[in-house]
Each structure stands twice: as structure tokens, then as C-alpha cells.
Nanobody, 113 residues
Framework: QLVESGGGLVQSGGSLRLTCKASRLTFSTFPNYAISWYRQPPGKERELVAT????????KYADSVKGRFTISRDDAKNSVYLQMARLKSDHTAVYFCTGAGLWGQGPQVTVSS
């Protein structure tokens, strides 16, 4: 099970950090999985935002978030983070984390202009 936290309402130009925690993966297995963040803006398709690969600092970002968003992981805490900076209204969406065949519930991020 993946549990996300950290969503909410933020003003344009502000920052938020989302956390994705794997509650049922063991300490030894979580590092084996790449974890991704997706988002689904209102009325639009779900899209990939960022991925962090297993046992590696290698990351990959959608062009639309490069330089604004940073994905990181702490395997000791079975957690992956998405730091979002300089947010704008286009970033309003439900954000999901996924990995190991699991999906989180998707916290809402709303950026007010």
C-alpha cells in the first residue's frame, strides 16, 4: 500500500512537498522498486511527472516540471518525496505515486493565482 501526504492549497509561487510512503513493503524490498509520481489535472488525462529509479539516484522528469520539481527517496523510511517549487495554477491536479504495482490514493494539490 502506498500512502501519500502533503497535498493542499498553496498560492502561486509557493512550494509543497508530497510524501509517498510504502506501508507494506519490507525494508529490504522497497529499494528494489522505481517509484513515480503522476498527476491528473481537472478534465485531463493522467500524466507522468517524475520517476526515481531503484538503488540509484537516477531521476527522470517531464519537461513541464524540470527545474521546478525534485523527486528523492529515503529507502530507510520506505518513502519517496516530490518537492514542488514555484508552483503555478497549471500545477493544480490530483497527484499519485506508484511503484511495485501499487498506486496511492492521490492527494489534491490546488494552486491559487
Amino acid at each position: 500500500q502506498l500512502v501519500e501526504s502533503g497535498g493542499g492549497l498553496v498560492q502561486s509561487g509557493g512550494s509543497l512537498r508530497l510524501t509517498c510512503k510504502a506501508s507494506r513493503l519490507t525494508f529490504s524490498t522497497f529499494p528494489n522498486y522505481a517509484i513515480s509520481w503522476y498527476r491528473q489535472p481537472p478534465g485531463k488525462e493522467r500524466e507522468l511527472v517524475a520517476t526515481i529509479f531503484s538503488r540509484s539516484p537516477t531521476t527522470k522528469y517531464a519537461d513541464s516540471v524540470k527545474g521546478r520539481f525534485t523527486i528523492s527517496r529515503d529507502d530507510a523510511k520506505n518513502s519517496v518525496y516530490l518537492q514542488m517549487a514555484r508552483l503555478k495554477s497549471d500545477h493544480t491536479a490530483v497527484y499519485f505515486c506508484t511503484g511495485a504495482g501499487l498506486w496511492g490514493q492521490g492527494p489534491q494539490v490546488t494552486v491559487s493565482s
